[in-house]
Every structure is written in structure tokens, then in C-alpha cells.
């Protein structure tokens, strides 16, 4: 009897260890940065239209500021590995947008991992080394929704930081009285973006704002790159 117990302790100890989610820590869900110091981060999403990129890229160039990309799977081109390459080295970053851009809180949590995953292998297999995609913007800002919240399964995948935003509007004055402090401001590669950053960037360096990536925005350290790709381990 006694050794029954023993084992049925057990058994309810491995249960409760493995059935356990990793938690995820404070701050990993951020909708901006410190709002006592003066910077700010640009966000671009999506990458559908590489003639934007590029032209968004050297906008970053021209009037000397980061952006921080969101990409999707589906939309890691070959033919725009130049622009990447030339992103990371002048000090803008890329996070992962998902595959193709689902309701993740609509789909199986399987499918919702897959999701993350595969893009990390393509963006590996673009540049030809591990660039951990570790902050994540969920498309339509969707994590939860009902009884389903995605937060500790991002976490459990690597992701370090669930990027949301505080100013979404394109046009420029709209989105210049809306920035303050530590604001995360959400674009995407479409014409309208475009000339809506032309306008607002340099009003925004006027108003005495750094603009920073994501990761410095939120005090993150640099991002470790490594030799050997992530390959996606569930087919
Ligand atoms: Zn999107």
C-alpha cells in the first residue's frame, strides 16, 4: 500500500512537472518602451511589395534611423538578400511576423507554432547563418482571444519579446501628436507608409527623439548570431 502511494506521488509529480507550460516572464508582452526617455522605435511589417522595402531602406539610410522589420515567411526572398544584409549591418533589425500571416488564436496551437518556426528556418537559410528572430509581432496583434492565450507558447519557442505597438496611424501629423515617450510605431511596406515616414521621421528627430531598434528600445542585449541554421525539427 505504502508503495503504491510512493508511486502514485510520483507518477503526480512527473505529471505536474512536464504538463507545466514555461511561464512567460514579466515584460514579454510590450506595447512600448520606458516612457521617461526620449526614444522611440519604427516598426515595418509584412515585406509584401520589395520595391517599398528597398525604398523604405534607404529612406533608413538617408536620414540615419533604424527600423526594425517584421517578415513573413512567405515573403523571405531570395533576390532581396542584398537589402537584408545591408539592413543588419547598418543596425536595423528583423523580427518574425508568422508564415503567412494567420489569426494564430484561430488555428491549432501546433499549427500556430509551425508558424514561427518555418520562418526562422527560411530567414536562416536567406542569410546562411542563425540570426535568432526572437522578437515576434503577431499578425493583426492577435495572442489571445477567448479561452486561448498564446504568450507562454511563444516563450516555450524561443521568442524573448511579443512586440505590439502604442501609434498604428499613417499620417504623418496624426502619428506625430500620438508618439511620445518610448513609442513603438506600426508601418507597413506599402506606398502610403512610405511617404507618411518621408514626412514624419524628420519631424520626429526635431522633436528630440532617438529612434532605436525594438531591442535597444526595451534594453535587450545585441542579438547573437551563430554558425549553425535552425532547421525546423517537426516534419
Ligand atoms: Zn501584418
Known amino acids: 500500500m505504502k508503495h503504491t502511494m510512493r508511486i502514485l506521488c510520483l507518477m503526480m509529480c512527473l505529471m ?37 522595402l528597398r525604398a523604405m531602406h534607404e529612406l533608413s539610410v538617408e536620414l540615419d534611423f533604424p527600423i526594425t522589420y517584421f517578415v513573413l515567411g512567405t515573403q523571405i ?37 509551425n508558424q514561427i518556426l518555418l520562418t ?12 535568432p528572430l ?14 486561448v492565450n498564446l504568450l507562454d507558447m511563444f516563450y516555450e519557442y524561443g521568442v524573448e519579446k511579443t512586440v505590439m505597438w502604442d501609434v498604428s496611424y499613417t499620417d504623418p501629423a496624426e ?16 506606398y502610403e507608409d512610405l511617404e507618411c515616414l518621408k514626412v514624419l521621421i524628420p519631424q520626429l528627430i526635431e522633436d528630440g527623439y532617438e529612434l532605436v531598434t525594438v531591442s535597444e528600445l526595451l534594453g535587450m542585449e545585441p542579438i547573437e548570431t551563430s554558425e549553425e541554421k535552425y532547421v525546423f525539427p517537426y516534419r
Open 175 to 190: 502619428a506625430r501628436k500620438a508618439t511620445q515617450n518610448g513609442s513603438i510605431l506600426l508601418f507597413h511596406t506599402n
Open 16 to 52: 505536474l512537472f512536464f504538463g507545466t507550460a514555461l511561464a512567460y516572464p514579466a515584460g514579454f508582452l510590450v506595447y512600448h518602451g520606458d516612457r521617461e526617455v526620449n526614444r522611440i522605435a519604427i516598426t515595418v511589417d509584412d515585406i509584401y511589395d520589395a520595391n517599398v
Open 77 to 113: 526572398r531570395e533576390s532581396d538578400k542584398d537589402i537584408w544584409e545591408d539592413v543588419i549591418a547598418r543596425g536595423g533589425e528583423v523580427g518574425n511576423h508568422t508564415w503567412k500571416h494567420p489569426y494564430l488564436t484561430r488555428i491549432s496551437i501546433h499549427n500556430a507554432r
Open 134 to 147: 526572437r522578437l515576434l509581432r503577431p499578425p493583426f496583434g492577435y495572442y489571445k482571444e477567448g479561452n
Open 120 to 131: 526562422q528556418e527560411a530567414w536562416d537559410n536567406l542569410l546562411g547563418y542563425h540570426y
